[in-house]
């Protein structure tokens, strides 16, 4: 038992680390064009318009939640002044309305993709697999969040978070994770195995943030009143100073 609480919480977080990086720039080398979400908002774009906007900024709040949660020690918020219970409260209302928000934008969304036959056709095989996992992240995560309602709730940050941690330091404490309770062990095992599968989905999008689009150059059009007024038409081409050239004689 000791050697299977090694495996999963102090040498299997590195290969999925591996794994994630590795399949990352892979998918960028040899699939750049596909290196998407595959839009498919031709097909349908009501239902897309809903659950869009719910799932990736209920996502977005779910992560930040996760980001300050597992990164801010329980000291720091208590040298801020931050009451315990001001502390979960808010991480029950906010997180809890976050993961909801989230997982009602994805049940719209596989609704749709359900739904539609075009949206289904382009539905991949690694999407398909990676549909459940995230559901099962999502619905474990709300179980642990809803699980601070009791009358002796477990403290994550002196648990989850110190093992989290640890990870960057190359240094697991296996026994902070090993001693949570299983619906935080259930949401970590589950959260490492989308992380695997991230690279080979449409999940990779995430990391094709549109940089380019800052130092692009202009995109210059034409007048259309251009073709309709010569004037215009030879002032845009040669400027306002030059004389067009002559035509060349045409032999008859």
């Not at 599968?197 to 999940?203: A, D, V």
Request: charged letters at 15%; aromatic letters at 12%.
């Amino acid at each position: 038992m000791n050697h299977l609480r090694i495996a999963l919480w102090g040498v299997l977080p590195y290969l999925v680390l591996t794994v994630l990086v590795a399949g990352t720039a892979w998918r960028y080398r040899y699939d750049r064009f596909g290196f998407t979400t595959r839009s498919s908002q031709l097909h349908e774009h009501r239902l897309l318009s809903v659950g869009g906007p719910l799932f990736h900024y209920g996502l977005l709040f779910v992560v930040a939640g996760h980001a300050v949660g597992l990164l801010v020690p329980e000291s720091f918020t208590e040298r801020l002044h931050v009451h315990e219970w001001l502390y979960h409260a808010n991480a029950l209302i906010v997180g809890g309305t976050a993961g909801l928000a989230t997982l009602t934008g994805l049940a719209i969304l596989l609704y749709r993709r359900l739904r539609v036959p075009a949206v289904r056709a382009a539905t991949s095989r690694s999407d398909r697999a990676v549909y459940p996992v995230l559901v099962c992240v999502l619905l474990a995560g709300l179980t642990a969040t809803a699980t601070t309602l009791q009358s002796d709730p477990y403290d994550y940050r002196l648990g989850v978070s110190v093992w989290f941690r640890s990870l960057f330091t190359l240094d697991p404490n296996v026994p902070a994770m090993a001693h949570a309770p299983l619906v935080y062990q259930v949401h970590a095992l589950l959260g490492m195995a989308l992380f695997a599968l991230w690279p080979f989905s449409r999940l990779v999008h995430a990391f094709t943030a549109p940089l380019g689009y800052l130092v692009r150059p202009y995109v210059v059009y034409r007048s259309r009143g251009a073709r309709h007024n010569p004037a215009r038409a030879h002032t845009a081409a040669h400027g306002p100073d030059r004389q067009p050239a002559p035509h060349p004689a045409v032999r008859r």
